[in-house]
């Protein structure tokens, strides 16, 4: 039979009551003739409350144990509405990820998919049951040890189960109605978008819209997948399709935008942000600063963090990263564990946001580039700005941020 991929994020597991129209949301979509994998995560704020335990009896926790603590979350949440589905009368079964065979890296907190088996989620379909699988977690065949994905690593445990075992449909659902032009919790006037490229969802996911996991974006633009992001509160309304670029959508996108003019997608925001800076100096300066920059970078990636900026001049390193991942970075360097020691590690602009427009074609021509600038600077006073790929980044401080997304949201998108 078919199924499709159902991912309950924590407000909508978020109580009892909500465990309870999450069955009957479920219940509903096994009556239509599918079946269904269900991935949760842990109820409400759970997640953060089981860290900060940890952190009351220690200030630095072992990794492997916390994974142990924080993977109790979504155990609770999986098998309650295992028991819910029970009581209307379903076949369900509960699965962790290490049940499920959901294979990572031995990389405690940030630990990445390598394979998934699916043994038991396929039986469980082929006994007609419900699967429910718990989100943000798996198994390090090498160390045997649980682990977890990263924090909002639920979506990517849904994403790559769709893909993989092959769902007819990837849902996820979530507090907000879909992808909007902007958070809706910032710019009131932001627009539900019906459907949106990988590309773009990619990038805004990595500039900060936690709406998704950005590897969960990687995974599902990787396979083809498409993805609906709905809300978990309105189950009749249709949220937003995330797909593959199809040629309908650039004809269409051709209409609107002429073949090179610029466009812009949404607007996103990453607070909390600093510069980075490095000083490599001496004999074999550039040989360490090589050195340097992949310690860095590998660093980054145990942190869960992939730099916004991220440039070499010379012996001159700079990376635009958040304050948590310079200050652990900055003990790394002290305490000697990144090995090449620069001449100087500074850290520049703390309390900075970096506010991305996503969008397409910026190098075209300068217009978008420079009515975005202008707008920023109608509010707020621009630290630096920069263009990426897809991405304008503006630097502003914490501040001024909502003031400058709005400004930028109502110049570029509205
Ligand atoms: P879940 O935990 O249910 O997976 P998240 O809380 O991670 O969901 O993601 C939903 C949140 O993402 C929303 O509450 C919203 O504030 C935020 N968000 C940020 N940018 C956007 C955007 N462009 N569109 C929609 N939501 C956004
Ligand atoms: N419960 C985990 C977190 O809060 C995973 C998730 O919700 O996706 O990060
Ligand atoms: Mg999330």
New binding site residues.
Partial sequence: MEFVVQKY??TSVGSLDRIKLVADHVAATRAQGVNVVVVV??MGE???ELIAMARTLSADPPRREVDML?TS??RVSMALLSIALYERGLKSVSLTGSQSGILTDENHGNARIEKILGDRIRRGLADDSIVIVA??QGVSPKTKEVTTLG?????LSAVALASVLGAVRCELYKDVEGVFTADPRIVPGARKIDSLPWYAMTEMAWAGAEVL?ARAAHVASRFGLSVEIRSSFKTDLRGTIVKPTTETDIAMSIDKNGIEQAMVHTITCKHHMCMFEVEVAGDGAEDRASKIHAGILEFLWHQGEAPGINQRIGEMLRFMISENSATALRAAFADGRMGAQPKSVHVNLAGTSAVAVIGNGFLQGPEKVNQALAAAQSVGRVLFWDIRNQVLTIGVSDGEATAVVNALHEALVC
């Avoid at 924090?151 to 979506?155: L, T, V």
Wanted: proline share 0%; hydrophobic share 15%; net charge negative.
């Fill in positions: 994020g924590g995560s842990a759970k997640t953060d924080l979350g979504e989100g943000f924090r909002g690593g639920s979506d996991h």
